[in-house]
């Protein structure tokens, strides 16, 4: 069993840039797939991004591509999402999540709002 508990998400204006973390437990965080996902209000949960067990390969939708950058500590058990040139429409709440593939899907966090004003 995994816990994840997203944090870092606010208000941000058009152009600027927050980060996002996401703490997990259990001593076995190195081999899960990390993922984060986010939805919009009236739509669905879509992927983001993912980062393997390693660190080394991470994948993004091409909605955020060169605008925002996954990684992971393992010694710290965290996964972060580093957004950057944020548009009106990356609004969402943003979600962690756990699994043994990708994308991952085993284990979900509770969400964390992002907001960016125009």
């Known amino acids: 069993q995994v816990q994840l508990v997203e944090s870092g998400g606010g208000l941000v204006q058009t152009g600027g840039s927050l980060r996002l973390s996401c703490a997990a437990s259990g001593r076995t965080f190195r081999t899960y797939v990390m993922g984060w996902f986010r939805q919009a209000p009236g739509k669905e949960r879509e992927f983001v991004g993912s980062?393997?067990?390693?660190?080394?390969?991470?994948y993004y939708a091409d909605s955020v591509k060169g605008r925002f950058t996954i990684s992971r500590d393992n010694a710290r058990n965290t996964v972060y999402l580093e957004m950057s040139s944020l548009k009106p429409e990356d609004t969402a709440v943003y979600y962690c999540?756990?699994?043994?593939?990708?994308?991952?899907?085993?284990?979900w966090g509770q969400g964390t709002q992002v907001t960016v004003s125009s």
């Open positions: 999540a756990a699994g043994s593939s990708h994308p991952p899907n085993d284990y």
């Open positions: 980062i393997m067990g390693s660190g080394g390969r991470t």
